[in-house]
């Protein structure tokens, strides 16, 4: 090729260069400095495939999980609660995670059929929105004592979801008023207090669980053999099965025979005579329950239950 022939095509490529490169308003000058100056951002990696950087997803933290788990859960929730009228509200994550497949089994349909029917005819304890407060206090893995009722108070104002416990403002029942007669007694420094909510307890690990989650006003054990049971029996098998170290409290026959199949290889069982008034007497009263709990869960290497640890509702 001769000189002519070069310069003509070098002309020719700076021509072309020139027609395709327009000059870069001020804007864009500032884009392009802000680029190169930027600092690598942590959702972006440093290397390159063909020339294309890749980016990689932000780690999610621990929160965020968290929060996103509440809302498929929620999402859950809702759906199903419109297969069981209603009766799924407010179920804690971890709970509702491990109780799931009990939702959607025909026994739980149906007791969700009965007691959409119940409320709208009668009034029945505790309100809907609390039957499942006993899963709103913490992780089902962070169990470490469970205390088993029988069904829940049928007095106005009294049920709220947690066995033996009644709402701020209500009298503690007798068989409660026993429990306090017995921490006493049995745990140092303990002081009886003013009202029967038992909160504090369920915050640390402490489940308190009836063995029926509802029932009609002034008419006791009148949703028994509804489906409640299966489903109670499914948490403490999920308890029996998952965790390690729990302390059963069983008093009272029913209790006893509810919790006859816990493993006492992985659990340990404490048993008595329900706390009623008209039990209490022949052994609940000295049985040193709570202080032989904190005992083996120390023993476990665990935190011990501030028994003492009792403030009203709403308080803490």
Same mark, same amino acid.
């Not at 495939?49 to 933290?61: F, I, N, R």
């Not at 509440?70 to 509702?96: F, M, P, Q």
């Not at 029942?173 to 003013?194: A, Q, V, W």
């Given at each position: 090729?001769?000189?002519?022939?070069?310069?003509?095509?070098?002309?020719?490529?700076?021509?072309?260069?020139?027609?395709?490169?327009?000059?870069?308003?001020?804007?864009?000058?500032?884009?392009?400095?802000?680029?190169?100056?930027?600092?690598?951002?942590?959702?972006?990696?440093?290397?390159?495939?063909?020339?294309?950087?890749?980016?990689?997803?932000?780690? +999610?933290? /621990? #929160?965020?999980? !968290?929060?996103?788990?509440?809302?498929?859960?929620?999402?859950? @929730?809702?759906?199903? &609660? %419109? $297969?069981?009228?209603?009766?799924?509200?407010?179920?804690?994550?971890?709970?509702?995670?491990? +109780?799931? /497949? #009990?939702?959607? !089994?025909?026994?739980?349909?149906?007791?969700?059929?009965?007691? @959409?029917?119940?409320? &709208? %005819? $009668?009034?029945?304890?505790?309100?809907?929105?609390?039957?499942?407060?006993?899963?709103?206090?913490?992780?089902?893995?962070?169990? !470490?004592?469970?205390?088993?009722?029988?069904?829940?108070?049928?007095?106005?104002?009294?049920?709220?979801?947690?066995?033996?416990?009644?709402?701020?403002?209500?009298?503690?029942?007798?068989?409660?008023?026993?429990?306090?007669?017995?921490?006493?007694?049995?745990?140092?420094?303990?002081?009886?207090?003013?009202?029967?909510?038992?909160?504090?307890?369920?915050?640390?690990?402490?489940?308190?669980?009836?063995?029926?989650?509802?029932?009609?006003?002034?008419?006791?054990?009148?949703?028994?053999?509804?489906?409640?049971?299966?489903?109670?029996?499914?948490?403490?098998?999920?308890?029996?099965?998952?965790?390690?170290?729990?302390?059963?409290?069983?008093?009272?026959?029913?209790?006893?025979?509810?919790?006859?199949?816990?493993?006492?290889?992985?659990?340990?069982?404490?048993?008595?005579?329900?706390?009623?008034?008209?039990?209490?007497?022949?052994?609940?009263?000295?049985?040193?329950?709570?202080?032989?709990?904190?005992?083996?869960?120390?023993?476990?290497?665990?935190?011990?239950?501030?028994?003492?640890?009792?403030?009203?509702?709403?308080?803490?």
């Amino acid at each position: 090729m001769n000189k002519t022939a070069i310069f003509l095509h070098i002309s020719l490529l700076f021509s072309v260069h020139g027609q395709n490169s327009k000059p870069k308003s001020n804007s864009q000058k500032r884009q392009c400095v802000d680029q190169e100056n930027r600092p690598v951002s942590n959702i972006e990696s440093q290397t390159q495939e063909g020339g294309v950087v890749k980016k990689d997803a932000t780690p +999610l933290s /621990p #929160e965020q999980k !968290k929060k996103i788990e509440e809302n498929r859960c929620a999402a859950l @929730a809702k759906l199903n &609660s %419109k $297969k069981t009228d209603g009766l799924l509200i407010n179920v804690g994550t971890s709970w509702y995670n491990a +109780l799931e /497949p #009990e939702f959607s !089994k025909p026994y739980f349909t149906e007791l969700s059929k009965f007691v @959409a029917s119940e409320r &709208s %005819k $009668k009034t029945i304890y505790p309100p809907a929105d609390q039957v499942f407060s006993w899963t709103n206090y913490g992780d089902i893995k962070e169990v !470490k004592v469970v205390i088993l009722g029988q069904d829940p108070y049928h007095g106005p104002k009294q049920a709220h979801g947690l066995c033996f416990s009644v709402q701020k403002g209500v009298t503690p029942p007798p068989s409660l008023e026993n429990m306090y007669k017995e921490l006493t007694t049995d745990i140092e420094g303990f002081k009886h207090p003013r009202h029967g909510t038992l909160i504090g307890w369920a915050k640390q690990g402490v489940l308190l669980l009836n063995a029926c989650l509802t029932v009609r006003a002034h008419e006791a054990n009148s949703h028994k053999d509804k489906g409640w049971e299966k489903l109670t029996d499914a948490v403490i098998s999920w308890l029996n099965k998952n965790s390690i170290g729990i302390v059963f409290m069983l008093w009272g026959a029913y209790a006893q025979k509810k919790g006859a199949f816990i493993d006492k290889k992985r659990h340990h069982v404490l048993k008595s005579v329900h706390p009623s008034p008209l039990s209490a007497h022949r052994g609940f009263i000295g049985c040193k329950h709570f202080s032989q709990c904190n005992e083996l869960l120390k023993k476990d290497g665990r935190k011990p239950i501030d028994w003492n640890r009792l403030p009203p509702q709403g308080a803490e």
